[in-house]
């Protein structure tokens, strides 16, 4: 009796992970899918097989010119993020200061508030500096949300360096620029990759604020992706979902090869 | 009573910096990311403020250099204004208890998988993670449309005879909502859970515990400081919300994202939607700092978790 129960137990546990499992990929799988229908209608499983929504996609120069935007505010996201979380991990990491302590939740506070709020916030504040619709804007308002995953990622990899080896080079008589260039590098150039590969992909993802920070020229690819649902469902969307799931796909396999996903996985909430 | 001379004055300012050697240069690489923080984010929000306090303008988007509260009176005064705050806590609540509860189990399972079962568990929340907002809701159309994939399947099979209205509609945006805050609360609890024993729960069962108890009264208090967490992202982001109601919702799914970027940018009544933020910005403090300290009654120490 018991043992009967206790399998139904492990029954149920079971179908319930799978079924969460499902829920969690079907809707990426299904726009995936919508990307290749023949028809114009947004419906699964798609009416037939065609590439017509990928060759409208690379014929529309307004899609093209968003790509580009992506990557702009993408790179310049990583290197201010990347800068600033790595200078600040390290100089935390060096000296446990109570600053340090003051600054993290600092550092955490702009993704507990919603984007919406940082995005009024930070347009009211960008057209009074002239800043509004710039690259600069999107770049700046996305830092806010990469720098704190870098500064966290890069935290637990300082943590994990043996920092009596930055000792021995420093007794040796190497200068600290060398020390951190010969000695701390090679150690946590992993830790770089991942956190940059983050940044960069939590720039390209991120829409709300950009959505309020952009204009016609300057939007980036989620922000038309959105404009263009608001009018119509077209497979075309699906086409761009379709390249940026494959791009987080991509990422997420580097920086698991990198370090392993289990540490990204913990290093994201 | 000792006069204080300026200098001893700075010393003692500097003092909590300087506890340690070396903290001149702490600061030092630290100050790119205070500055940025200063001013992309502090001054920002101070000027968000200063604006709420403005009067409104015609034909400007607000009236510079006046002073008033009436922004907030009549944000306060509404009742339209105060049916979206209800709407937006109550999607909040809901969204935040189904979406933590799926993610403790969730987190559980991942917990006692090992191998490739593990690395697909936690594949399948982090690549919805990393997916942007605006694919993770407009998915869920044609799946859940009146003439979408999940009805014409219950259709088909005859568990229905008229197609449901999932989307749009407010269970649609709660459906959207989940999905949205489910990864980010599963590796919240996940990461904590990580850290917990196994061996603690067989000795549990050993002496006797069922699953549930030994769930109950072995796991579930290791990992209150996760959970804590997950539920403060969940409920910020719920609260928050805009693409799973704009998308997702009817008309009557309004939550005050919507509200303000309507005031904001098609209405050009930058007092009010400022007021507003600052409105539910102040409410969600309270918010998190009751969560935190409701749920740090079960577990203890939460203050080791982020």
Do not use: C
């Not at chain 2, 209150?224 to 409920?235: D, Q, R």
């Amino acid at each position: 009796m018991r043992l009967e129960s206790d399998r139904l137990g492990i029954a149920a546990f079971r179908l319930g992970y799978v079924a969460i499992f499902v829920a969690m990929l079907l809707p990426l799988f299904i726009v995936i899918a919508t990307s290749f229908s023949a028809s114009g209608n947004l419906q699964f499983p798609p009416e037939g097989f065609s590439l017509r929504w990928y060759r409208a996609f690379f014929a529309d120069i307004q899609w093209l010119r968003a790509f580009d935007n992506s990557f702009i505010v993408g790179i310049g996201t990583t290197v201010v993020a990347t800068f600033m979380g790595i200078t600040a991990a390290f100089g935390l990491e060096a000296r446990n200061s109570r600053l340090g302590d003051l600054l993290t939740p600092v550092v955490i506070l702009p993704l507990l508030i919603p984007p919406v709020i940082l995005g009024v916030t930070l347009l009211v504040y960008f057209s009074a500096l002239g800043l509004q619709s710039s690259y600069l804007g999107i770049v700046l308002a996305h830092s806010l949300w990469a720098t704190p995953l870098v500064f966290f990622v890069m935290q637990s990899v300082f943590q994990r360096f043996d920092w009596e080896l930055r000792d021995a080079g420093m007794d040796l008589g190497a200068n600290p620029i060398s020390v951190f260039v010969y000695v701390i590098l090679p150690n946590v150039k992993n830790g770089i990759v991942v956190s940059a590969l983050l940044a960069f992909i939590i720039s390209l993802q991120e829409f709300v604020m950009a959505l309020f920070l952009s204009n016609f020229q300057t939007q980036t690819i989620p922000v038309l992706a959105w404009n263009s649902l608001r009018q119509s469902l077209t497979p075309t969307v699906s086409v761009v979902s379709t390249f940026l799931v494959l791009i987080s796909v991509a990422g997420l396999a580097a920086a698991a090869l990198a370090v392993n996903l289990d540490f990204v996985a913990k290093r994201l909430s | 009573m000792s006069v204080q001379t300026p200098d001893s004055v700075l010393d003692r300012l500097w003092s909590p910096f300087e506890t340690q050697s070396g903290s001149r240069r702490s600061l030092f690489l630290m100050s790119p990311l205070i500055l940025f923080e200063l001013l992309i984010f502090v001054v920002p929000f101070a000027m968000l403020v200063r604006i709420s306090l403005s009067e409104q303008s015609q034909s400007l988007p607000y009236a510079e250099g006046t002073f008033t509260i009436a922004s907030y009176i009549e944000v306060l005064q509404s009742g339209f204004l105060q049916g979206i705050i209800v709407y937006s806590f109550r999607l909040g609540i809901i969204a935040t208890v189904l979406a933590v509860v799926l993610a403790t189990f969730y987190a559980y399972a991942t917990w006692r998988a090992d191998g490739l079962l593990k690395s697909a568990l936690l594949f399948s929340v982090v690549l919805p993670l990393l997916t942007t907002l605006v694919i993770k809701t407009y998915a869920w159309v044609p799946l859940l449309a009146p003439n979408g994939t999940a009805n014409n399947l219950l259709l088909a099979v005859g568990l229905l005879s008229a197609p449901v209205q999932v989307v749009p509609n407010t269970l649609g945006v709660v459906i959207g909502q989940v999905y949205i805050v489910f990864p980010y609360a599963m590796l919240a609890i996940y990461s904590v859970l990580s850290t917990v024993e196994w061996e603690l729960v067989e000795a549990a069962r050993d002496l006797g515990a069922g699953r549930a108890r030994s769930f109950v009264e072995v796991v579930l208090p290791e990992i209150i400081p996760g959970i804590t967490v997950a539920t403060i992202i969940s409920f910020a982001w719920s609260v928050g919300a805009y693409s799973a109601p704009a998308l997702l919702g009817a008309g009557s799914d309004r939550p005050f994202a919507l509200e303000i970027q309507e005031q904001m940018l098609l209405n050009f009544n930058w007092p009010i939607a400022t007021a507003l933020s600052t409105i539910m910005l102040v409410l969600m403090f309270v918010s998190i700092v009751l969560i935190y300290v409701v749920l740090g009654r079960f577990g203890g120490d939460v203050s080791n978790a982020a």
